[in-house]
């Protein structure tokens, strides 16, 4: 009796394990079709471009859509035939971005470095292999950077990005480093993961990331890392500068106070036992 009771709870624990969370299918193609109008920004899509995008029937994309518009997530532009975010995805997707712990813990570090350098600082967070802004603090100059909240950048053409490869594991860096889809934004941007290897290892060395012009022409961007306890990338801080006004004591000007305000930070969270 003792064996056939063990065989039996044997076969069956594994069948549980295995069993598929119910929705789980429906809600993916949910997320796809709102990750995928996210994404877009301005652009708003028709169900046909939304189906040869994602590669789901129209009549699926239709029924999706329809939730969406009726939960207030995305809205009808265009006469009805396109889509765009909606309000009740804008006002959570702030909400969110308020009540983040890295984003409160940051502020007045932030605030300060703004305002010692007179430049753009951004707050970004990895976001699978991008990153993402979470807090934007605008340069009091004339000529400001085209970013905003939620907007994501590449981890091979921002600071921010190349930043955090820099901070991970070696061998955790160069797997993501091997997933990342290289597109060209500008004449400077790196194109293999051969050229973004050796930066990050220059990165390393120095303890802070450029960007120089690679996400966006005439904008040079410097980036540095925040940690954890244990050392482990949490966040990224950048600061973003046109080139035309670029101080020649670059790292008086921009370098020092961005890697001492994120030293700052990281020694905050250290404290906190922060673990993102």
């Keep these: 009796m003792k ?11 594994p ?22 109008i996210a994404l877009g920004g301005d652009t708003a899509w028709t169900v046909n471009e939304l189906s040869l995008k994602l590669g789901y029937p129209r009549p699926t994309i239709y029924r999706i859509v329809e939730a969406l518009v009726a939960e207030q997530l995305i809205v009808q532009k265009r006469n009805g035939q396109c889509f765009g975010l909606g309000p009740r995805l804008v006002s959570l997707a702030s909400r969110a971005l308020e ?28 976001d699978r292999s991008e990153m993402t802004y979470i807090d934007k603090l605008e340069s009091p100059k004339a000529v ?4 905003r909240l939620g907007s994501r950048v590449t981890m091979y053409s921002s600071s921010v990005g190349k930043a955090y490869l820099a901070r991970l594991e070696p061998a955790e860096c160069d797997a993501l480093i091997q997933t990342l889809d290289y597109k ?13 290897r050796k930066e990050v290892e220059q990165i390393r060395r120095q303890g802070f990331a450029e960007d120089r012009e690679e996400n966006e022409k ?17 966040a990224c801080v ?10 020649a004591d670059r790292t008086g000007s921009y370098i020092k106070p ?7 930070i990281s020694k905050t969270l250290a404290l906190l036992d922060y673990s993102g």
């Design 3 to 13: 064996a056939t009771r063990a065989t039996a709870a044997t076969t069956h624990t």
């Design 15 to 36: 069948a549980q394990a295995a069993k598929p969370v119910a929705g789980t299918a429906s809600f993916s193609k949910f997320m796809r079709v709102l990750d995928t």
């Design 99 to 126: 009540s983040s712990d890295i984003r409160q813990l940051c502020k007045d570090h932030l605030f300060d470095l703004k305002e010692l350098t007179q430049e753009t600082v951004h707050l970004a967070v990895p």
């Design 144 to 147: 400001r950077m085209n970013s």
């Design 184 to 196: 060209v934004f500008t004449d400077a941007t790196l194109r293999t993961p051969q050229a973004l």
């Design 218 to 234: 005439d904008i040079f961007c410097f980036g540095c890392a925040i940690t954890d306890k244990q050392g482990r990338p949490v």
């Design 238 to 247: 950048s600061l973003s500068i046109p080139a035309f006004r670029m101080s």
């Design 258 to 264: 961005l890697v001492d305000a994120c030293a700052a």
